[in-house]
């Protein structure tokens, strides 16, 4: 079954400073992996997707992650933080079973970017 | 694009009245998805639809849900009869064939008296 972990329940970073959030995935075949973020009292919005090609994955924000498929993880990153991007972030996976366009999501980690 | 459309944005009912929620997803989609979102239970997938039809709803908790999608630009997400343990925020979400990525709603933040 797939499944993805986020093994941070908060983060914690300085304004200017890097920030990573870790995700790791378990999945049969090549995984379709995804980050959202959720700031308070709104719905989820898509970062960044990675389906196949380069591991590094530019998206909005500034925000990148990196794939790497010995460790099955993608985590998230950012070179400086900013206490704007103080949210809730979820990493997700696409199911290949049971739907062709179902994701499974993590329990989401919390990033808190101090000034 | 407007982006997908729920309402209400907040509902506060009593125990036992029926409760009715709104989707409109982006146009052009073809998937439409109902979460739902606690502190306890994190983000749960109650049921999505392909192309108006139901594909899976092992997540809605009990009889007391369903989900109907009479078109391609509505759908709606009912409890009868509503009670506490239903507070939450409802989140719709909608995606294109092929694009994998979901878009979600501002989400339906629904409390239970």
């Known amino acids: 079954a797939q499944s993805v972990a986020q093994p941070e329940d908060q983060v914690n970073v300085a304004e200017g400073n890097p920030l990573t959030v870790k995700c790791t995935y378990s999945?049969?075949?090549?995984?379709?992996l995804f980050w959202y973020v959720q700031y308070p009292n709104r719905g989820l919005q898509f970062l960044l997707k990675?389906?196949?090609?380069?591991?590094l994955v530019k998206g909005s924000y500034g925000f990148e992650a990196e794939f790497n498929k010995s460790q099955t993880s993608f985590h998230l990153k950012k070179p400086s933080a900013l206490v704007s991007d103080s949210a809730l972030y979820f990493c997700?996976?696409?199911?290949?079973?049971?739907?062709?366009?179902?994701?499974?999501f993590g329990a989401g980690t919390r990033l808190a970017v101090h000034p | 694009d407007a982006g997908v459309i729920q309402s209400p944005r907040h509902e506060v009912t009593e125990m036992g009245q029926e409760v009715t929620l709104r989707c409109k997803p982006i146009?052009?989609?073809?998937?439409l998805f109902w979460y739902r979102q606690t502190m306890m239970r994190g983000l749960e997938l109650l049921i999505y639809?392909?192309?108006?039809?139901?594909?899976?709803d092992s997540g809605m908790p009990e009889d007391r849900f369903s989900a109907k999608m009479p078109n391609a630009s509505f759908s709606t997400l009912k409890i009868q009869p509503s009670e506490p343990r239903d507070s939450a925020v409802y989140f719709c979400?909608?995606?294109?064939?092929?694009?994998?990525?979901?878009?979600f709603g501002p989400g339906t933040r629904l409390t239970v008296t």
């Open positions: 990675y389906i196949t090609g380069d591991n």
């Open positions: 146009s052009g989609h073809d998937y």
């Open positions: 979400a909608s995606s294109r064939l092929g694009q994998y990525e979901q878009y």
């Open positions: 639809f392909n192309n108006n039809v139901p594909i899976d």
């Open positions: 997700a996976v696409r199911a290949l079973s049971g739907g062709y366009n179902k994701l499974i």
């Open positions: 999945v049969s075949g090549n995984p379709y």
